[in-house]
Nanobody, 124 residues
Framework: QAQPVESGGGSVQARGSLRLSCTAP????????MGWFRRAPGNLREAVAF??????TAYAESVKGRFTITKERKTPMYLQLNGLKPEDSGMYYC???????????????????WGQGTQVTVAS
């Protein structure tokens, strides 16, 4: 895998929607762990959503019911953001890596491949 690239960010009104995409120049491995993170100015980076090649997903409590992470073997990873709130604003990053045996695909996963981010701005 090489560095992924995010796209799909933009500016929307509160309660609006966006769909973010994460692509990489190389094919996704058979076993993978992928995630979305975000960072608001002055804040720490926080985990948003995760998905692995077993289609297990995990979400931050603040986005449950509003965001959906998806990934198929031969498609980009997506993050569907619905019901956006001003506090969702920030730079969104995708992270990808091989998912090794006995590893846990969660917020503590040590991703090696990170995108440079796509900006999401939700008007207040």
């Amino acid at each position: 895998q090489a560095q992924p690239v995010e796209s799909g960010g933009g500016s929307v009104q509160a309660r609006g929607s966006l769909r973010l995409s994460c692509t990489a120049p190389r094919y996704t491995p058979a076993a993978y762990c992928m995630g979305w993170f975000r960072r608001a100015p002055g804040n720490l980076r926080e985990a948003v959503a995760f998905i692995d090649s077993d289609r297990r997903t995990a979400y931050a409590e603040s986005v449950k019911g509003r965001f959906t992470i998806t990934k198929e073997r031969k498609t980009p990873m997506y993050l569907q953001l619905n019901g956006l709130k001003p506090e969702d604003s920030g730079m969104y990053y995708c992270a990808t890596d091989f998912w090794g045996p006995r590893e846990v695909c969660d917020l503590g996963f040590d991703f090696r491949y990170w995108g440079q981010g796509t900006q999401v701005t939700v008007a207040s």
